[in-house]
């Protein structure tokens, strides 16, 4: 604003937050390009019962496989994508590609129910809540097969408008999921804003749970508040046996963690999905309503 002001010529600015570095126009490029390539993929992490071990969901979480920086995780580029409109093209894929492997599963006997993450970004998007249903119907899924899980930014910009989408969404049977709870200033409004069906302890919370007391005195008012509403409660973050056992007696629903399995290509997860040790096979124990 101030360049205008000036008369100098503006700078590409995204969404009022920073200038565009130029690495990040290269990599946004190189990014543009990565889902033609085919160099973007999604890896899937289970998603535990607590009471009885079986798997009653994966989460897809996106990786890119960079030609030269090999792996690259989210937070490497994620949050490039949604400072430009880059983030709705990924949303397509990884929602395509989530549909694609459950009913790839589906076909092979694993009913498998699928969370895929989505930006805040996509809820100023009209078409989303047809084009979701349409992906779904012609993957002959059913639509409560498919959770989205969202943060407590869904509804810092435009919040009616992406309310009223995330509503037109549920209604159409696809579950909404509250990711990262607690870490938001506003977990309380979107609460009050959305009708949910689960919601995600923050892993920071979860971590912490051993050793301190005011984590302990959150994550137990947080499953009771979540049991209050109706809600599944997911523990994030589980990663050693210790706070699989408190947050079990906490009272989560569902555990999630490197304790269970880090995120994983599909085809090395499938084992684990198909071993009657690990994971109730049958639609009924997968579609088990929460506690
Ligand atoms: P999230 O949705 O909260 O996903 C959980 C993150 O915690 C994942 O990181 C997962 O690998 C990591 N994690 C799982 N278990 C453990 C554990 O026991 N300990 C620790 N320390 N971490 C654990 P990841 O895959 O790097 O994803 C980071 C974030 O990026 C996600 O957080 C999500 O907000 C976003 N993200 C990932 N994939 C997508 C996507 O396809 N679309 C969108 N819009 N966002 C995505
Ligand atoms: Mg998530
Ligand atoms: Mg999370
Ligand atoms: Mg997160």
Redesign the pocket.
């Known amino acids: 604003a101030d360049a205008r002001r000036r008369g100098e010529p503006v700078r590409v600015w995204t969404t009022g937050m920073a200038a565009v570095q130029p690495w990040e126009l290269e990599l946004q490029a190189q990014l543009r390009s990565a889902i033609e390539r085919d160099e973007l993929e999604?890896?899937y992490?289970p998603m535990r019962e607590a009471a009885t071990g079986r798997t009653v969901g994966v989460?897809?979480?996106?990786?890119w496989r960079h030609p030269t920086r090999g792996l690259l995780?989210?937070?490497s580029f994620?949050p490039m994508a949604e400072r430009s409109s880059l983030?709705v093209e990924?949303?397509w894929w990884?929602l395509e590609e989530a549909l694609r492997q459950c009913a790839r599963w589906r076909a092979e006997g694993i009913q498998v129910p699928v969370s895929?993450?989505?930006?805040p970004r996509l809820l100023v998007i009209d078409e989303l809540p047809q084009i979701v249903a349409e992906r779904l119907a012609a993957h002959d899924l059913p639509p409560d097969i498919l959770t989205l899980?969202i943060?407590e930014n869904a509804l810092v910009s435009q919040p009616a408008r992406a309310a009223a989408m995330l509503g037109d969404l549920r209604v159409s049977g696809v579950k909404l999921s509250m990711?990262?709870f607690g870490t938001g200033y506003n977990s309380m409004e979107i609460l009050k804003a959305l009708t949910l069906d689960e919601i995600?302890i923050?892993?920071s919370f979860v971590?912490d749970a051993h050793g301190s007391l005011p984590d302990v005195a959150i994550v137990r008012s947080v499953v009771d508040l979540g049991h209050r509403l109706g809600l599944r409660v997911v523990g994030?973050?589980?990663?050693d046996e210790p706070s699989e056992r408190i947050l079990t007696e906490l009272g989560c629903d569902v555990l999630?963690?490197?304790?269970f399995s880090?995120?994983l290509p599909a085809r090395d997860l499938t084992p684990l999905l198909t071993d009657p040790k690990r994971c109730g096979s049958s639609a009924a124990a997968l579609a088990a309503p929460p506690a």
């Open positions: 999604l890896h992490q989460e897809a979480l996106m990786r995780p989210p937070a994620l983030i990924l949303t990884e895929a993450n989505l930006s899980e943060t990711d990262d995600k923050d892993r971590a994030e973050g589980i990663e999630q963690g490197y304790a880090p995120p």
